[in-house]
């Protein structure tokens, strides 16, 4: 029977943090000015505190040389979970035993000093993890070979782009033979056969019987890589079990949230002359997604219920979306994009169609506001959520690097020839 290379015992994480208010982009200076003085006051504009659980009493055990991937939709606790085995962060109860040393890669460079070389790096690097400065000077031409970075060597890692960032530390943290290593979304930077390379050193890893956790997005990856799959669901494990049937469990979980129900929501403000019911997303085809991908057309559909149909009334309708941080992305609505040009009947619904959705990789809270001739008739908070993942945006088969926003453009480049 194999040893025991983890165990996670009734972990819990949960973190306190500032929400602000979220407000209609249609606000009288009265307002704008209200809030700035009670700006002055405290700290944020409407700004309430929250305690949100990352992670809710989670448990498991993973044996030494299981591979084991950690799925499910965003802010499900995945990288949660990583940071409390991999000692990045203390649990708020329960705890974790780890037996061995752990190679973590977290996150593009953590670890790194961005004013030492890529060498200098290296050494540091595998100096935390334990290694004595000769293990380190054997490993190195490999750690640098693998990582393509050669003619990079020496210059400081905050001049390197984010995939080469990448690159390295994978290198470094595959290479140095760790008995356990924590990888999240490595597939989520560089092009196609870099996530090969890395896909392949893993198995390597686990071949040797080394222990692997794997969160990944790409379930075609986690299919070829783990026979073991961890289901996460709200902070909880939901499924434990063989890699097939866990896939099927996430894929269902993800089709009963394809759907925002807001018939049960209590805390609207307005009239409720018309009241959202419920908010769909859908593909270019008009099939129900739940994630979308950057770079393929998005479709929300806002079905509705009005006290009486609207012929000839001003009707303006919004959502805005808000980045994982609470930043405010974008503000949709009808009256800036030329108005509705259909009538509002008794029961239907506003579409919105985001051509080549265009957001990064994340969880995006909107909000949904309606008003008509100028009275706000229905106003929710957190409405509906928008998962998005990485996707192939500009059609030259590699995903773009998280270091170009959070929003992706479109845009060309040409050159000229002035002698002529």
């Known amino acids: 029977m194999s040893e025991l290379a983890i165990r996670a015992v009734d972990l819990h994480k949960a973190y306190s943090i500032t929400r602000a208010e979220t407000l209609s982009s249609y606000r009288t200076l009265r307002e704008d000015l209200h809030s700035i003085l009670r700006g002055a006051l405290r700290r944020g504009s409407g700004a309430t505190r929250e305690i949100v659980k990352a992670l809710d009493g989670v448990s498991f055990d993973v044996s030494e040389g299981e591979v084991v991937g950690i799925i499910g939709r965003n802010g499900a606790g995945k990288s949660t979970l990583l940071k409390l085995l991999s000692r990045v962060t203390d649990p708020t109860a329960g705890h974790a035993e780890v037996y061995g040393r752990v190679g973590a890669l977290l996150e593009v460079g953590t670890g790194f000093h961005p004013e030492l070389t890529g060498h200098e790096?290296?050494?540091?690097?595998?100096?935390i993890l334990g290694l004595r400065r000769a293990e380190i000077t054997r490993k190195l031409a490999e750690i640098v070979e693998f990582a393509e970075i050669g003619p990079f060597l020496e210059t400081p890692v905050k001049r390197y782009s984010s995939g080469m960032y990448m690159r390295l530390a994978f290198s470094v943290a595959a290479h140095l033979d760790p008995e356990i290593l924590v990888v999240d979304e490595v597939l989520a930077v560089g092009d196609a056969e870099f996530q090969r390379k890395c896909l392949g050193k893993m198995n390597a890893v686990s071949q040797r019987g080394r222990t692997v956790l794997f969160v990944s997005h790409n379930m075609a990856?986690?299919?070829?890589?783990?026979?073991?799959?961890?289901?996460l669901d709200k902070g909880r494990v939901?499924?434990?079990g063989p890699t097939e049937e866990g896939v099927l469990h996430y894929m269902g979980?993800?089709?009963?949230?394809?759907e925002t129900d807001l018939a049960g929501r209590r805390d609207r403000r307005g009239t409720q002359r018309l009241r959202f019911r419920r908010v769909e997303l859908l593909d270019a085809g008009g099939e129900p997604v739940t994630v979308a991908l950057s770079g393929r057309d998005l479709v929300?559909?806002?079905?509705?219920?009005?006290?009486?149909?609207?012929?000839?009334?001003?009707?303006?309708v919004a959502f805005n979306v808000r980045s994982p941080n609470g930043t405010l992305i974008a503000n949709?609505?009808?009256?800036?994009?030329?108005?509705?040009?259909?009538?509002?009947?008794?029961?239907?619904?506003?579409?919105?169609?985001?051509?080549?959705?265009?957001?990064?990789?994340?969880?995006?809270?909107?909000?949904?506001y309606c008003a008509i001739n100028g009275e706000v008739v229905d106003w929710l908070q957190?409405?509906?959520?928008?998962?998005?993942?990485?996707?192939?945006?500009?059609?030259?088969?590699?995903?773009?690097?998280?270091?170009?926003?959070?929003?992706?453009?479109?845009?060309?480049?040409?050159?000229?020839?002035?002698?002529?």
């Open 253 to 258: 979980i993800s089709a009963a949230v394809a």
């Open 238 to 240: 939901g499924f434990d």
């Open 332 to 368: 949709l609505n009808t009256t800036d994009s030329g108005g509705l040009r259909q009538p509002v009947y008794r029961s239907g619904y506003f579409e919105c169609r985001w051509p080549r959705f265009n957001l990064r990789a994340g969880a995006y809270d909107c909000a949904l």
């Open 221 to 231: 990856a986690i299919q070829q890589l783990c026979g073991r799959v961890i289901v």
């Open 300 to 316: 929300i559909r806002l079905h509705y219920e009005a006290d009486a149909a609207l012929d000839h009334a001003d009707v303006n």
């Open 121 to 127: 790096n290296i050494y540091l690097s595998a100096t």
């Open 382 to 420: 957190n409405a509906f959520r928008i998962d998005v993942d990485d996707g192939d945006f500009y059609g030259t088969g590699r995903l773009v690097t998280r270091d170009q926003g959070d929003v992706l453009i479109d845009y060309s480049w040409t050159s000229g020839d002035r002698s002529s």
